[in-house]
């Protein structure tokens, strides 16, 4: 790429982290600066400026429900003013279901004896966080070769040496991210609505072939060393069985576009990982007296469920 | 590779013992060690992965000389598509029990690297017929890989043969794990290699 | 030039023969879907509430289903409930809307066959009759209701919430003091031998005959079954009871107000299992007092 290609590009992931981060801390009432969930059982709300503590004080001028339950209302029981009288911290009986947003109305706000209007607020998760946690399940926690058992055969064909696997991990990693947001596209535009759902296992590998073809051409063109390198991998992605999971999933999960490129970035990495790590053990295997009905696929096979195992004290691990 | 002069039963007996997809081709290992934690899962699997080789194989050899050298893939890639989709409707439907328990393994028979390969190797060079058989034994040679594997991590995983209570006790609940996936197909895979190195000892001490 | 023209319509020809033949098979499948789905709910509300092939449901038992909306109007939610109406006043359908705090506001006839009724889509054209833009509406849940003659039976709750791995989709059976009469998972995608034990009756069953009180303060523990219990657990189902009748009672009441023990090597299931239950059981009793209260207040001829 370039020098102007590269700027462009960095600069448009910049405008993407920055659109992130504005509309996470942004709430929807110039008054209050943000909310969110505190330990198992609170929200604190933070305002700009501080607040009547008669007003704060009184659980009548709050009203808490789960976004899809808004006739269940939470019950307060206990409130909690900051010294700057900035900081409200609500804490309930029970402990709150924070993986569901919840919406909070805080009603007249009455700062200075001034009433500010009623607030509609809703506290949820940082996005961000729950973004990262979809990479680093698909990456580590449930690692695509590792824990769901996909893409074994190209797994164990290119994990020899270092160098052949670390060249197929980001030739599928890009190839997996570019056709994961198309089949995403297609899907939420084309096959959903329509009905067309039957559709969906002709209409993604079609889209995979077509990714790498696209791969395959603009690699050519814009870096024929790197093409020189990688390009062989390129038709072995087709089967994989990772190519076809993904796109699969997110259909599945009705998962938007920011977490399907979080998934397939995260199914692209752990493969590079798990390709990695594979190569590493079988440069030295090479060098070990391994008995002959046993060299070559098997004895690999049983360091594959080494590495299973491994990977197994990772599961249930929930981060954010 | 010319047209066969194998029999029909040779070709059927290639796909189970010599060619074996899973154990001496090594391909389509994903469901093997996935899906092999019940023989039920297994017998599914294999008659899914039957049907769409059979009607794939039959499909290209029937239309073998009607397909442009450079559209193959493609062309491929649809067919079997098209046969996995019917399948997965025919299961989803008739059999939802036994298909929620395979998942997404289902879908996923379209990127099976065996049935595309076998249709390249074999059913655009041969007629329909033996295609069929071919496709039999590719099919049988994957369920009973299958079987096999899961026979052994469902009796000592599980204690169960088929959902029955065979062992009364649950021995090692590591073998449902798809670590235990990975060890099994492996020794199963030297246990092979084995059998091959016997057998062709045998045959240099008869000097063949 | 002539031959790209060649593999173009080759392709597109193929292309449409495999699309009819996709289109074909699931149109002929799609219905035996529907049916043989239907026929597995039925199955499993009745062996919910007791009945099986040996053990058929008397001729008069009813179950009638209540669908909850959320109709959203700019800012202001309140919840629609489309009701079955009895024989007497027409055996239609209503929309009975009331605010979030349990007042009624409106009610209006729905234009709905019961076949119908059970299809999203066909609720949804009904109901588009009825609750015109800007206000929109949005499916929540359903409740049946089981009623032998004229007393009700049982509430049968669908519902579904995450699991360890995705989501897991259950049917509970509540009496009408809301003690549990019974737990069925219906659909997961927990891992075999370990998740998927929740299926099992050892694991299933400890949750029947817990009162209300007990749900609303349920825990997990993370200790062995007691062999005693897993047998009373087991038994049942037409199988020959290896406890005598007194034993099962005494065992029934020493761990009648005990905690859920967890699953070996699933502990996180178990707890997605109880945590699950318990918000079902305390937001439904919630919810079907203030129906019932407007019910009764506004007088609708309801079938139940």
């Known amino acids: 790429m370039n020098i102007s290609g590269r700027n462009y590009l960095f600069s448009a992931i910049l405008v993407i982290i920055g659109a992130f981060l504005i509309g996470g801390c942004a709430t929807e009432h110039r008054f209050v600066k943000k909310t969110a969930f505190k330990d198992a059982n609170q929200i604190i709300i933070e305002f700009a400026g501080p607040v009547d503590e008669t007003w704060a004080g009184n659980p009548s001028n709050y009203t808490v429900y789960e976004e899809p339950d808004p006739d269940i209302k939470l019950n307060i029981q206990d409130i909690r003013l900051s010294a700057d009288r900035k900081t409200v911290t609500l804490s309930f009986a029970d402990p709150l279901n924070q993986n569901q947003p919840h919406i909070l109305t805080a009603n007249n706000i009455s700062s200075e004896g001034k009433s500010l209007g009623t ?27 590792f824990t769901k058992y996909l893409g074994l055969c190209v797994f164990f064909g290119t994990s020899q040496k270092k160098s052949t696997a670390v060249g197929m991990g980001i030739t599928f990693t890009i190839v997996i991210v570019v056709s994961a947001m198309m089949s995403w596209f297609l899907y939420q535009f084309v096959l959903q609505p329509y009905r067309l759902d039957f559709l969906q296992i002709v209409v993604f590998i079609g889209l995979v072939s077509l990714s790498v073809q696209a791969v395959d051409t603009i690699l050519r063109k814009v870096n024929p060393l790197l093409f020189k390198a990688f390009g062989v991998y390129l038709v072995l992605v087709i089967a994989n069985c990772i190519i076809i999971a993904v796109p699969l999933i997110l259909a599945d999960n009705s998962y938007n576009a920011f977490e399907s490129l979080m998934l397939a970035l995260g199914a692209g990495l752990g493969f590079l990982i798990a390709l990695f790590l594979m190569s590493s053990v079988r440069e030295r295997l090479e060098l070990a007296n391994v008995p002959p009905t046993y060299r070559g696929l098997p004895i690999a096979f049983v360091v594959a469920g080494l590495f299973a195992l491994a990977f197994l004290g990772f599961s249930g691990m929930s981060i954010f | 590779m010319p047209a066969t002069t194998k029999t029909n039963f040779q070709l059927v007996s290639n796909g189970i013992l010599n060619e074996n997809p899973i154990f001496r081709l090594a391909l389509s290992m994903c469901p093997a060690v996935g899906i092999s934690t019940t023989v039920m899962n297994g017998i599914m699997l294999g008659i899914a992965v039957l049907f769409v080789q059979v009607f794939s194989s039959c499909t290209i050899a029937a239309i073998k000389n009607y397909i442009h050298p450079r559209i193959r893939i493609p062309t491929y890639t649809l067919t079997i598509a098209t046969w996995v989709t019917v399948i997965d409707l025919v299961l989803a439907a008739y059999m939802p029990a036994a298909y929620k328990e395979m998942g997404i393994f289902v879908k996923l028979i379209v990127a099976f690297a065996i049935i595309t390969m076998r249709l390249e190797i074999f059913a655009c060079k041969n007629s329909v017929s033996s295609s069929f058989w071919d496709g039999i034994g590719m099919g049988l040679g994957f369920m009973f890989g299958m079987v096999a594997l899961g026979f052994v991590r469902e009796l000592l995983g599980m204690g169960t043969i088929l959902g029955y209570d065979v062992l009364g006790v649950r021995p090692l609940l590591f073998f449902v794990l798809p670590a235990a996936g990975f060890f099994c197909v492996g020794i199963m895979m030297a246990m092979f290699n084995y059998m091959e190195l016997v057998y062709n000892r045998k045959r240099r001490a008869k000097g063949i | 030039m002539k031959q790209i023209i060649r593999i173009t319509v080759g392709l597109t020809v193929s292309c449409l023969i495999a699309a009819l033949l996709m289109g ?20 499993t509300m009745l062996g919910l509430l007791g009945y099986t092939k040996s053990h058929p449901a008397p001729p008069d038992l009813s179950l009638y289903t209540i669908y909850r909306y959320i109709i959203t109007d700019g800012d202001t939610s309140t919840l629609g409930y489309v009701l079955p109406v009895r024989k007497e006043d027409g055996a239609g359908y209503r929309l009975m809307v009331m605010d979030l705090d349990g007042q009624f506001v409106n009610q209006y006839a729905l234009d709905l066959m019961p076949d119908e009724a059970s299809e999203p889509t066909g609720r949804a054209n009904a109901l588009k009759e009825v609750v015109k833009p800007p206000r929109t509406f949005v499916y929540a849940d359903a409740t049946i209701l089981a009623t032998l003659g004229q007393k009700r039976l049982a509430y049968l709750l669908p519902g579904e919430f995450p699991g360890f791995k995705t989501f897991i989709h259950v049917m509970l059976a509540l009496d009408p003091s809301f003690e549990i009469l019974g737990l069925e998972i219906m659909e997961h995608e927990e891992d075999p031998g370990l998740g998927a ?13 817990k009162t209300f009180e007990k749900v609303k303060d349920l ?14 657990l087991e038994t049942g189902r037409g199988k020959a009871s290896p406890i005598s009748e007194g ?5 029934r009441n020493t761990y009648q107000d005990k905690d859920i023990y967890a699953l070996t090597g699933a502990t996180i299931s178990s707890k997605a299992v109880t945590d ?8 439904f009793a919630y919810r079907i007092n203030r129906l019932d209260s407007v019910i009764s207040a506004q007088h609708i001829p309801v079938a139940f």
């Open chain 3, 219 to 232: 825990h997990v523990v993370k200790e062995p079954l007691p062999v005693e219990y897993k047998k009373y």
């Open chain 3, 197 to 209: 034990e929740i299926k099992q009756d050892y694991f299933k069953n400890q949750f029947k005959g």
């Open chain 3, 276 to 283: 699950g239950v318990k918000n079902m059981v305390a937001k």
């Open chain 3, 24 to 43: 074909s098979v699931f149109i002929v499948t799609d219905k035996a879907k529907k049916h043989n789905e239907h026929v597995n709910v039925q199955e």
């Open chain 1, 119 to 145: 607030a509609i607020l809703n506290v949820r998760k940082v996005y961000l966080g729950y973004l990262f946690s979809i990479l680093i399940g698909a990456m580590i926690i449930n690692n695509f070769v």
């Open chain 3, 247 to 251: 034993e099962l009672e005494t065992i």
